[in-house]
């Protein structure tokens, strides 16, 4: 005997389903304040917490160790804004300054140029096979990160490298001019051509338009195998320069010395207001979401709490934003 549904219970659960759209989907009114919140929040915890930050000295320390975060949000930004995500971004910028170790000693000055060069067309590869296979995003940024967190670990034979001090690169981002780091030059640079690509370039228009339906775009005649090219070649060349801030922080380089920033840039995407299931947010929402993120870490290590306590709650955030900020029209069932 079949059991039907009584029409009061289907309409009482249609109309749930409304308010909790209204109430966590992409169109509220707090999504799109809430990132600034969460970013006062943050600050004023801060202030009332570690005011020695806010210190000339502490806000300088705090620029240089935020900035291979803040690089790597600017990474995952484009990928997620296509719909997907690049969860190799904190891999590459090991495998970077691996990279660099080894052949600073026969490359000198030219060293970064060519791990850049090198990173950019892996990135690249990654684009063009990721639609070539028809893979989610998911799964080649995971195979991608297993391959190059692999090498590292094999190239470098699990030790820390030093690295030739004839890489004037690493030197001059590691310095600072005028008294403002010029870590902090090269992200508000790196941020303006992706605002630039975004605003005024067929590629950043294409990109939004895949983030709100790829079918349709594909339909439209666009080469989006191009487009997966180009996002990710950015994505992994500005992995790469991450793994150059860090490594120019004590010209060493170690396996995994960028493992714990992936968390980090993930969350300083979505928590900015990019919308996990794409099309919604941008650079600058990225960058408000990536100073939470830097603040809230810098805060947890000056007050004391562990790595493990940190993931942790970057895991819970991670789950929280997306709640709120994802299009939930774009997905029939969520799986």
Known sequence: MEIQTPRSTIIANSHLKVRLSHALGSSSWFVGLSPVLVFAFMVVLLWLTVPQIFSAGGLRSYAVNAAPVMMLVLACTFPILMGGIDLSVAAMATFAGVLIALLSPTLGPLTVPVVLAIATAIGAAHGRLRVFLQLPSFISSLGLLGLLTGSAL???????????????????IGGETFGIPNVVVVIAACALLLVFIARFMILGR??????S????????GVNVS?????????????????????????????????????????????????????????????????????????????????????????????????????????????K
């Open 154 to 172: 094999v190239w470098s034979r699990a030790t820390a490298m030093p690295i030739d001090p004839r890489v004037a690169f690493l030197k001059d």
């Open 206 to 211: 294409t990109i939004y338009a895949i983030g």
């Open 213 to 220: 339906n790829e079918r349709a775009t594909l339909m439209s």
């Open 226 to 334: 191009r487009v997966y090219t180009a996002v990710y070649a950015i994505s992994a060349l500005y992995a790469a320069l991450a793994g150059c801030m860090l490594a120019s922080q004590t010209f060493y380089s170690a396996p995994g010395f960028a493992a714990n920033l992936l968390l980090p840039a993930i969350v300083g995407v979505v928590i900015g207001g990019t919308a996990i299931s794409g099309g919604i947010g941008g650079v600058w929402q990225s960058l408000l979401g990536g100073l939470t993120a830097s603040f809230f870490q810098t805060g947890a290590i000056l007050l004391g709490f562990p790595p493990a306590i940190q993931n942790m709650a970057f895991g819970a955030i991670i789950i929280v934003a997306v709640a709120i900020n994802i299009d939930r029209g774009k997905f029939g069932v969520v």
